[in-house]
């Protein structure tokens, strides 16, 4: 059962196969127009929280896409009962260096975003919606201008609306950064209170990832059965991963959630053979070796096996040539020069971390990362610790050799690592 | 009603003060910063806990319900 009735008699039907979401991305800009007769009219919003728009998010069985995979009704309904008028705000900060897919939506589907950040402003009784993307994101910010002002000409929506481009810090898209920049502070993470108790203006805030608003606009538009008819009956629908690395076809692929990672990697044009380890959830993920990688499943539960999750649906193929060691300890050094510097365990920590990386690289027996975990206000310092410990495990190949003091096959480097952001924090 | 201890990472110094007044549930790490154990607080170490929660020069350290 669908939540808004579609009254358009142009109306397309729902889609039947996938690409979903990409299926408005398709490369060229996509009018308002041209958008409502694909997805259809949004319902209007209320001055209190409409909940059979939460009922049908929960039916639906959507969990949040930047990472968390929390489940986005329970946080809608906290929200929505919080005391105070509710705030939300569309993340789409996407500071992790290999991901896109974000951009992507940005960039191509803006409105499909906008329809999902109002309908979650009417789920959740809140009348301002804040879309955030990274300041340097030039094609996304432009193309959500440009979206942003055909609305207010074609569609003025009841709430307001605005979009403000963050800082590109690898932590600034954290949400309760994002609450303190908007607060005019430092996008650094805080500690609780979290944004759904008390965020933007100590109102309850609604955080949630751009691709995830935009799955509730066609969950809204389609129903959740609709929705559940791709995935696994715990993690339903589809979901996006940016695939790069050894593959031909490096992009955005849009997959049924529990999607085999070889038939991905197959897809993507990744040459048998040729992979020594596949990176799945980014720079908070872990490490496959080829031969976990061929048989594993893109879902929480089917990369749990494995120590790790689909975190923002980053996927890169490592290939035979690049050595997992060096990459490691590039990716630590990057993170160590990621942190906001708040929290001791992280500061000094994570150089720590660092250093140990660099030593293995440098032919030295790893050390274990313990005193780093679970005491940071954010979780980069746990994200750090579990990647370098998945590198370890998954390249003991690569450190033996180290150790050996062997010289490594070639020093391509693989893994994307944006240069170090001279932007302030604010 | 039983209390736990937590440490707040952004406002933490590195003082050390809790450690040295609550070894029974606080350690330092290499760099100086507090290792706090969780658990719930006995009867028998309250008087300690406030001890050290009230001399933290930056009031990083709580007593609070779980």
């Given at each position: 059962m669908s939540v808004a009735a579609p009254t358009l008699g142009t109306a397309a039907p729902a889609p039947e196969h996938l690409p979903r979401l990409l299926a408005e991305a398709d490369g060229s800009w996509v009018s308002l127009s041209e958008h409502r007769r694909r997805a259809g009219p949004i319902p209007k919003v209320k001055r209190q929280p409409t909940i059979p728009i939460i009922d049908a998010i929960a039916r639906a069985g959507l969990r949040g896409k930047g990472g968390g995979a929390f489940p986005t009704a329970r946080k809608m309904e906290v929200v929505a009962a919080g005391s105070g008028r509710p705030i939300v705000l569309a993340n789409g900060?996407?500071?992790?260096?290999?991901?896109?897919k974000d951009k992507l939506l940005l960039t191509r589907a803006p409105h499909l975003v906008l329809d999902g950040a109002l309908i979650a402003a009417a789920a959740v009784g809140a009348r301002e919606v804040v879309v955030c993307v990274d300041r340097h994101a030039d094609h996304a910010l432009d193309s959500m201008r440009r979206a942003l002002s055909e609305r207010m000409a074609l569609e003025p929506p009841s709430v307001s609306v605005r979009l403000v481009g963050v800082p590109s810090?690898?932590?600034?898209?954290e949400e309760t950064a994002l609450v303190r920049w908007l607060n005019g502070g430092e996008a650094k993470p805080t500690t609780p209170p979290k944004p759904y108790e008390s965020g933007v203006g100590r109102r309850p805030t609604l955080v949630d990832n751009v691709e995830t608003l935009a799955h509730v606009a066609q969950i809204v538009r389609w129903g959740p059965a609709w929705f559940r008819s791709f995935g696994t009956s715990a993690e339903p629908g589809s979901t996006l991963l940016t695939v790069s690395g050894a593959v031909a076809r490096p992009g955005v692929y849009e997959v049924p959630?529990?999607?085999s990672l070889g038939r991905v990697l197959e897809r993507a044009g990744a040459a048998d053979g040729d992979l020594s380890a596949v990176l799945v959830g980014g720079y908070f993920g872990s490490w496959l070796t080829a031969d976990q990688a061929s048989s594993a499943h893109l879902s929480c539960s089917g990369l749990a096996r494995h120590?790790?999750?689909?975190?923002?649906g980053v996927v890169v193929a490592l290939p035979r040539k690049a050595c997992g060691v060096v990459e490691a300890a590039r990716v630590v050094s990057w993170l160590a020069a990621s942190t906001a510097g708040q929290c001791g365990s992280c500061a000094h920590g994570l150089a720590s971390l660092s250093e140990a990386a660099g030593a293995v690289a440098r032919g030295r027996a790893p050390r274990d990362a313990d005193q780093i975990e679970g005491r940071g206000a954010c979780r980069l310092p746990d994200g750090a610790a579990r990647f370098l410990r998945s590198a370890l495990t998954t390249f003991h190949h690569d450190v033996d050799r180290h150790l050996r003091g062997a010289h490594c096959p070639d020093q391509r480097h693989v893994l994307p690592l944006p240069n170090p952001v001279r932007d302030g924090w604010r | 009603m039983s209390l736990r201890l937590r440490v707040d990472p952004i406002v933490c110094?590195?003082?050390g003060v809790c450690a040295e007044l609550f070894p029974e549930r606080v350690s330092l790490d290499d760099w100086g910063y507090p290792i706090v154990d969780s658990d719930p607080i006995g009867r028998d170490l309250l008087d300690d806990a406030r001890r050290a929660v009230a001399a933290c020069p930056v009031l990083a350290l709580r007593l609070e319900e779980p």
């Amino acid at each position: 059962m669908s939540v808004a009735a579609p009254t358009l008699g142009t109306a397309a039907p729902a889609p039947e196969h996938l690409p979903r979401l990409l299926a408005e991305a398709d490369g060229s800009w996509v009018s308002l127009s041209e958008h409502r007769r694909r997805a259809g009219p949004i319902p209007k919003v209320k001055r209190q929280p409409t909940i059979p728009i939460i009922d049908a998010i929960a039916r639906a069985g959507l969990r949040g896409k930047g990472g968390g995979a929390f489940p986005t009704a329970r946080k809608m309904e906290v929200v929505a009962a919080g005391s105070g008028r509710p705030i939300v705000l569309a993340n789409g900060a996407e500071g992790e260096p290999a991901s896109a897919k974000d951009k992507l939506l940005l960039t191509r589907a803006p409105h499909l975003v906008l329809d999902g950040a109002l309908i979650a402003a009417a789920a959740v009784g809140a009348r301002e919606v804040v879309v955030c993307v990274d300041r340097h994101a030039d094609h996304a910010l432009d193309s959500m201008r440009r979206a942003l002002s055909e609305r207010m000409a074609l569609e003025p929506p009841s709430v307001s609306v605005r979009l403000v481009g963050v800082p590109s810090h690898y932590v600034s898209g954290e949400e309760t950064a994002l609450v303190r920049w908007l607060n005019g502070g430092e996008a650094k993470p805080t500690t609780p209170p979290k944004p759904y108790e008390s965020g933007v203006g100590r109102r309850p805030t609604l955080v949630d990832n751009v691709e995830t608003l935009a799955h509730v606009a066609q969950i809204v538009r389609w129903g959740p059965a609709w929705f559940r008819s791709f995935g696994t009956s715990a993690e339903p629908g589809s979901t996006l991963l940016t695939v790069s690395g050894a593959v031909a076809r490096p992009g955005v692929y849009e997959v049924p959630v529990g999607a085999s990672l070889g038939r991905v990697l197959e897809r993507a044009g990744a040459a048998d053979g040729d992979l020594s380890a596949v990176l799945v959830g980014g720079y908070f993920g872990s490490w496959l070796t080829a031969d976990q990688a061929s048989s594993a499943h893109l879902s929480c539960s089917g990369l749990a096996r494995h120590g790790g999750g689909l975190g923002c649906g980053v996927v890169v193929a490592l290939p035979r040539k690049a050595c997992g060691v060096v990459e490691a300890a590039r990716v630590v050094s990057w993170l160590a020069a990621s942190t906001a510097g708040q929290c001791g365990s992280c500061a000094h920590g994570l150089a720590s971390l660092s250093e140990a990386a660099g030593a293995v690289a440098r032919g030295r027996a790893p050390r274990d990362a313990d005193q780093i975990e679970g005491r940071g206000a954010c979780r980069l310092p746990d994200g750090a610790a579990r990647f370098l410990r998945s590198a370890l495990t998954t390249f003991h190949h690569d450190v033996d050799r180290h150790l050996r003091g062997a010289h490594c096959p070639d020093q391509r480097h693989v893994l994307p690592l944006p240069n170090p952001v001279r932007d302030g924090w604010r | 009603m039983s209390l736990r201890l937590r440490v707040d990472p952004i406002v933490c110094d590195a003082h050390g003060v809790c450690a040295e007044l609550f070894p029974e549930r606080v350690s330092l790490d290499d760099w100086g910063y507090p290792i706090v154990d969780s658990d719930p607080i006995g009867r028998d170490l309250l008087d300690d806990a406030r001890r050290a929660v009230a001399a933290c020069p930056v009031l990083a350290l709580r007593l609070e319900e779980p």
